[in-house]
């Protein structure tokens, strides 16, 4: 499988900034890799822009959430079929961030991805402990449940282990935690879902040749280096050029 390495801009860059991270990215990308995919997930209101940027490039599209009802009163919420009209083909769904600052729950992530799936789009389903869940060896028993409340009950999906610690602090795990952690993932899925495992949390160049390296990590998703074109590019061009 091809390194997916997807950008999550999260609530980052004016709109001349999106675009000229685009146009920068759609240059180097040209007409795509054999070693990896580039994904970016720009802010909402950027989607438009740079879907027409992407179209008819290798880049794919995401977004960083979408509402779980397919459509009604819900003031101020994007649904999975807007993202899916405007050229999304994925949507990153129960980041940390959205878990700590609007109380998402796995049940809550489950319905969302259920909803994205029916739209014909990929979510993105993030897990991760926080640090002292970490510190008393709780990490796993946290990312099962996360796992087995939010992995919606058919279709296709990528999940990306972001322990919460590691997200912005430039402490990434060691190489042989996120090993296991990623071997624990791919024992407690069903194997015929064929799911790609990413791992985020201060992912940078000089980071990502190893991380990319590591048993069962098929990708990384990448917050703050990935708002400057040459930092991402440089994490995509780490991926291994063997195959395995
Ligand atoms: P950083 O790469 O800035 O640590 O963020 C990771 C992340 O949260 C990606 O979703």
Redesign the pocket.
Known sequence: MKKQIVA?W?MNTARAQAVALVNALKAKAGQGSPHFDLVICPPFVWLADCASLVAGSAMGLGAQDCHAAEKGAYTGDISAPMLKELGCSYV?LG???RRQHHQESSILVKEKATQAIKNGLVPII?VGEVEAERAIGQQEVIVARQLDQSIPDTGRFYI?Y?PVW????GKPPSLEDIRIMHDFIRNRIDPSRGVAILY????KVSNAREILATKNVDGV??????LDAEEFWGIAQASPTHKG
């Open positions: 999550n999260k990153i980041h940390s961030e993030c990306a972001e590691a997200i912005g602090t985020g949390g201060s992912v998703l990448v917050g703050g280096a990935s």
